[in-house]
């Protein structure tokens, strides 16, 4: 089955710094890349998808950016703010959605 | 729009027991949902896809006697962990596609249940 990982499992910065997030993939088949936000004991909520024909999209201080030659995509969060903190997961698919393993994001003040 | 809403959203049982947990999407219909599982600072598992009029499809590993899946309307699918024991608690969380939004692929999560097992 689909193998996804993410990476770093966890990430602290100061407000008003950027944070990255790779997640890498195994299924070539996946062409939908979306990033979710987790709060503690919340729902998973979409922050940003890509489909498979575009290389980068923005929205605001999020953007996210696909290599499908090499499987990999990544989060981007400029300006980070404490109420980002959370967990983000990389939920690559084609039919169905395999969630990463997830990222801790600590925005401290 | 695309709200989807699961009931309890808590549940304490004892072991032996049989817990029904259900998903409704509230403001579009769902040919599909899906059931996933979370343990406590997990990632999200997925257990099977529920497919309205027909049966559901389990992953690998998950006991299809266990966790039963049924997706009678285009609105509701309920799963019911049958026979359940303490290494069923965890946190079970529902998602469906909301295909009039022109995306085939976005999921909307319900708020999720948790589910203690004496």
């Known amino acids: 089955g689909e193998n996804v990982e993410q990476h770093p499992s966890t990430l602290s910065v100061q407000e008003g710094d950027s944070a990255v997030i790779k997640c890498t993939y195994s299924?070539?088949?996946?062409?939908?890349f979306p990033w979710y936000k987790q709060e503690l004991g919340k729902r998973p909520q979409l922050i940003i998808d890509?489909?498979?024909?575009?290389g980068e999209k923005k929205d605001q201080r999020i953007a996210v950016t696909l290599n499908k030659t090499a499987k990999h995509f990544s989060l981007h969060i400029t300006e980070t703010q404490p109420e980002d903190s959370a967990v983000y997961f990389c939920?690559?698919?084609?039919?169905?959605?395999?969630f990463g393993t997830g990222t801790r994001l600590l925005v401290s003040p | 729009g695309a709200v989807v809403s699961q009931h309890p959203s808590r549940v304490i049982c004892k072991s032996g027991t049989s817990v029904k947990i259900e998903c409704r999407s509230l403001?579009?219909?769902?040919?599909?949902m899906f059931w996933y599982r979370q343990f406590p600072k997990k990632s999200l598992m997925l257990m099977a896809t529920?497919?309205?009029?027909?049966?559901?499809?389990?992953e690998q590993g998950v006991e299809k006697d266990k966790f039963l899946i049924n997706h009678a309307s285009l609105t509701l699918s309920t799963l019911t962990v049958t026979s359940a024991h303490p290494e069923d608690s965890s946190f079970y969380i529902c998602?469906?596609?909301?295909?009039?939004?022109?995306?085939?692929?976005?999921?909307?999560f319900g708020p999720g249940t948790r589910l203690t097992v004496l």
């Open positions: 998602s469906a596609r909301d295909l009039s939004r022109g995306s085939t692929d976005t999921q909307y």
């Open positions: 403001d579009f219909q769902a040919t599909t």
């Open positions: 890509i489909r498979s024909n575009v």
């Open positions: 939920v690559p698919g084609f039919q169905k959605l395999v």
């Open positions: 299924d070539s088949a996946s062409n939908y």
């Open positions: 529920s497919n309205e009029g027909s049966k559901a499809t389990y």
